[in-house]
């Protein structure tokens, strides 16, 4: 067999580039990961958490195994092979990835009663990157061997390929969070990097077998004896298949890497796309289109195309807080909307209160849903669009308003910064005398300390008057009215009749009969103490288990295929 140094590997300048590329691509697969799960199971930090993880957990293994073979087997060949199969795998996570996502959680659904996303995550990425980034995990002692095997000074190597594992990793972090991700995607930020590994381990191999023509064609190898010319023809048809199965599932990855959508499954979507915050999705059904930053539960906006319309979900509730305000005699109210996403509030305010005169400013930190909420949502021109984090804004703004809404609760994903007695004290701070906040929260859970029950009583630290109205017909809705002024309720009952479009009439005096005043106030989340991810996952498993009950009836019953052949039918 050759025995001769490879070409690529007389040079140590190959050896520090492998580690660069490694170290990046770990990054870069870790924030993909985190980009590719969020729109099934939210960017909390419980799911962070299990990214983390898991990578730590694939890196950990990978480096014991790496250093284990490297002494056994030594053979930096086996090292490239490791990153030609990591670079192909990487590659076919965007289009494979979001099947496995799709069936986990189905399957999970139907086995487990709490802890879905918990669990539904986590074997996630024990089947989509476990793998590819355990193999990673070799690099590091496979080159530190290596070049000990060569008689290089190993502190001095082992200091250089660490420090440029680093530098790769900052790289790798930074490039898919500014650039990559918010221009061409996630599932092109995969191929890219996974596109590197291939061409890094290709290139050893394509080198390797020049080098070997030249050399047989020079008459290097004439004396090489039988046996060894034998298992070298047969180590280099290994490689040759190798090289070619995996440029195959590369090319493959690259050809389907766009062909599938997050919600493959829908029809129905008109857009998808990713910003550096989400990923965003337009769904039209009829008439009526919704906005998500998510695949499974709920939306974050919903309008009719006429704009003219009520929309049946939780905005024709919430528009009933201009309407608690203590002085509306001029007509003329100031609100604020903390969260705007598509605009849909202010957008329904101007619609149905025609005899009225408001001056609305949205808050919204992602300016790609400012563009599509001019593009989809036909937002008016004079609702002023400020780009910005909610709670930043109120720390600069000395503006005051006769209401506020805050819809920032994204549906799985509560920021614990936007449910906090500090953040609600400065919302408190920007509000006129009289004036009313209006917060959306879409998980609602009747089990004690819950996420709404939690959110309300912080509110009620703050606010000495705090209502709570549960939308009921199979929606996970409850809007929470809070203010300085005792009078909500009684200033709603009041003006109703006095209503121009009859149509608020009946969610109106839904609100006012059906409302719950907050008397305890003995939750008090804290920017310092602000569980609400837990208590966020306790709410969703209770909206999952009534959403699945009746296929879990038919699972319990007819087993798994069972199932399949009722969806089917």
């Not at 499974?296 to 319309?309: A, K, P, V």
């Amino acid at each position: 067999m050759d025995k001769r140094v490879h070409p690529l590997m007389k040079k140590r300048w190959y050896m520090y580039i492998t580690q660069f590329v490694s170290g990046m691509s770990v990054m870069a697969v870790e924030l993909g990961a985190s980009r590719l799960i969020a729109p099934y199971f939210s960017s909390s930090q419980i799911v962070w958490t299990i990214i983390i993880g898991s990578i730590m957990i694939a890196m950990a293994i990978g480096n014991f195994l790496g250093g284990k073979l490297a002494d056994k087997h030594p053979s930096i060949g086996r090292l490239y092979f490791f990153m030609l199969l990591s670079g192909t795998w990487i590659t076919l996570i965007p289009f494979l990835g979001r099947f496995v996502i799709a069936g986990i959680t189905a399957l999970f659904a139907m086995i487990v009663n709490s802890g879905l996303l918990i669990w539904a995550s986590f074997f996630t990425c024990f089947i989509l990157f476990i793998p590819p980034l355990l193999l990673l995990g070799m690099v590091t002692p496979s080159l530190i061997k290596y070049a000990q095997n060569e008689g290089s000074t190993s502190g001095r190597v082992v200091g250089i390929l660490e420090a440029l594992g680093t530098v790769g990793s900052i790289l790798g972090t930074f490039l898919p969070t500014f650039l990559t991700i918010p221009t061409i995607g996630t599932a092109f930020t995969f191929l890219i990097f996974g596109v590197i590994l291939f061409a890094l381990g290709a290139l050893y191999f394509i080198v390797g077998w020049i080098d070997q023509g030249k050399a047989k064609k020079e008459g290097q190898l004439a004396d090489e004896p039988a046996p060894e010319k034998k298992e070298r023809k047969k180590d280099n048809v290994g490689k040759s298949i190798a090289v070619s199965l995996c440029l195959l599932g590369t090319v493959l990855g690259g050809v389907l890497c766009s062909q599938s959508a997050f919600a493959f499954w829908d029809s129905k979507i008109i857009y998808t796309g990713e910003s550096i915050y989400n990923y965003l999705q337009i769904r039209k059904d009829g008439d009526t289109r919704y906005f998500s930053t998510n695949v499974m539960f709920s939306f974050q906006s919903i309008i009719r195309d006429e704009g003219n319309t009520l929309t049946g979900a939780y905005y024709d509730y919430a528009m009933a807080a201009p309407m608690m305000v203590d002085d509306v005699s001029d007509k003329e109210l100031d609100v604020l909307v903390l969260g705007m996403a598509m605009g849909a509030y202010g957008t329904q305010l101007e619609k149905f209160f025609p005899d009225y005169k408001f001056h609305i400013t949205g808050v919204e930190i992602d300016d790609k849903m400012i563009e599509l909420a001019k593009q989809y949502f036909f937002l008016p021109d004079d609702i002023e669009m400020v780009c910005d984090d909610g709670r930043s804004y109120l720390a600069y703004s000395k503006k005051k308003y006769d209401v506020i809404m805050l819809d920032a609760y994204s549906g799985i994903s509560v920021p614990f910064q936007m449910a906090s007695k500090e953040f609600f004290t400065s919302v408190s701070d920007h509000l006129n005398d009289g004036g009313v906040v209006v917060s959306n929260i879409n998980m609602v859970d009747n089990h004690p300390g819950s996420i709404d029950q939690a959110l309300a009583e912080t509110m009620k630290n703050v606010f000495p008057s705090v209502y709570s109205y549960t939308l009921g017909g199979g929606s996970s809705n409850r809007e929470l009215f809070a203010s300085n002024s005792s009078k909500m309720i009684n200033n709603l009952s009041g003006r109703i009749s006095t209503l121009s479009r009859k149509e608020l009439q009946d969610p109106f005096t839904k609100v006012q009969n059906g409302s719950e005043e907050i008397t305890t106030s003995s939750i008090c989340l804290t920017d310092d103490n602000a569980d609400v991810e837990l208590r966020s996952m306790s709410a969703i498993d209770g909206i999952i288990q009534d959403s699945v009950a009746q296929y879990r009836a038919i699972f319990k019953e007819r087993g798994l295929w069972g199932l399949i052949q009722y969806l089917l039918s």
